[in-house]
Nanobody, 124 residues
Framework: QVQLVESGGGLVQAGGSLRLSCAAS????????MGWFRQAPGNGREFVGA????????YYADSVKGRFTISRDNAKNTGYLQMNSLKPEDTAVYYC?????????????????WGQGTQVTVSS
């Protein structure tokens, strides 16, 4: 199995930027598709975006399209979520997830492995 650890969260003003990292260990990271999700208090886990194992296919939720960028460096076993033009409504705990194979999914249930999450707070 693969272990995931997110980092890079914090407090930022509206309009600012953050880059989250998701470090993987345990198995060959390049064999896994990766997704990013977020969960605000009182809400379910929301899909943010996903990337295939090669990085050749990337999909974003409409709410973040044009502001967030997902990438990965398989040589470093790390995935990234670059978040620009942040809004207060982006405030949430952000999670990375992984699933073996090249298909990515938008539903949390379809991912086998999860990180512990990192808090992102955007002040107005």
């Amino acid at each position: 199995q693969v272990q995931l650890v997110e980092s890079g969260g914090g407090l930022v003003q509206a309009g600012g930027s953050l880059r989250l990292s998701c470090a993987a260990s345990g198995r060959t990271f390049s064999n896994y598709a990766m997704g990013w999700f977020r969960q605000a208090p009182g809400n379910g886990r929301e899909f943010v975006g996903a990337i295939s194992w090669s990085g050749g296919r990337i999909y974003y939720a409409d709410s973040v399209k044009g502001r967030f960028t997902i990438s990965r460096d398989n040589a470093k076993n790390t995935g990234y979520l670059q978040m620009n033009s942040l809004k207060p409504e982006d405030t949430a705990v952000y999670y990375c997830a992984a699933n073996p194979g090249n298909n990515y999914y938008t539903i949390p249930h379809d991912y086998n492995y999860w990180g512990q999450g990192t808090q992102v707070t955007v002040s107005s």
